[in-house]
Structures are given as structure tokens and as C-alpha cells.
Nanobody
Framework: VQLVESGGGLVPDGGSLRLSCKASKFIFRFYDVAWHRQAPGKERECVAGISSSGSSTNYADSVKGRFTISRDNAKSTVYLQMNSLKPEDTAVYYC?????WGQGTQVIVSS
């Protein structure tokens, strides 16, 4: 299964972005999906996850209340709405489904 992220970019402190992760196969709808991020010099961190049906979500404390994960199984796509962005959110963001990972999309939040 190929996962392709998009939507990253450069935003000011306090800005918003919506990331998308599109899967290449129909079976996407049967899997939980997670968003991870890795900042320079830091370990990869899981920031949000969503169940296959979309009925259950979870978030890292660092993003709770600011990020929202959602999915549209008809479009084989998972989203990460990121609001109130902070410079410490700067990282490459990856989506992951089972053992499959996307190539990542860069998010830079300027102070």
C-alpha cells in the first residue's frame, strides 16, 4: 500500500494547516492510521491516531486540543487539521498504516 502525504508548508506562529494522507488501495478502510512527526535531532513522535471506522481517536498531550485527525474512507484519505501551530510543531509529518509509511511532508512554523 502506498501512502502519499500532502499539505505541508510554511506558516506563522498561530497559523493552521491541513495535512492529507491518501492511500493507494481500498483496504485502507480496514486499518487504523496514525500521524507521526520527527523534528531535527529528535526521535519520531506519534501525534494522533484514528481507528478504521473513525469512531475512535487519540492524541499526544503536546497537540491535544489543537490538532484533529479525521478520515474519509470513501476517498481513502486521512486528514490532520492543525490549528494554533507553534514553532515546536516544526517537523516532517508522516502517516502510517500497519507497516506502511508515507514519504513525509514538511511543516515549518515560523516564530
Amino acid at each position: 500500500v502506498q501512502l502519499v502525504e500532502s499539505g505541508g508548508g510554511l506558516v506563522p506562529d498561530g497559523g493552521s494547516l491541513r495535512l492529507s494522507c491518501k492511500a493507494s488501495k481500498f483496504i485502507f478502510r480496514f486499518y487504523d492510521v496514525a500521524w507521526h512527526r520527527q523534528a531535527p535531532g529528535k526521535e519520531r513522535e506519534c501525534v494522533a491516531g484514528i481507528s478504521s471506522s473513525g469512531s475512535s481517536t487519540n492524541y499526544a498531550d503536546s497537540v491535544k486540543g489543537r490538532f484533529t485527525i479525521s478520515r474519509d474512507n470513501a476517498k481513502s484519505t486521512v486528514y490532520l487539521q492543525m490549528n494554533s501551530l507553534k514553532p515546536e510543531d516544526t517537523a516532517v509529518y508522516y502517516c502510517a498504516m500497519s507497516e506502511n509509511w508515507g514519504q513525509g511532508t514538511q511543516v515549518i512554523v515560523s516564530s
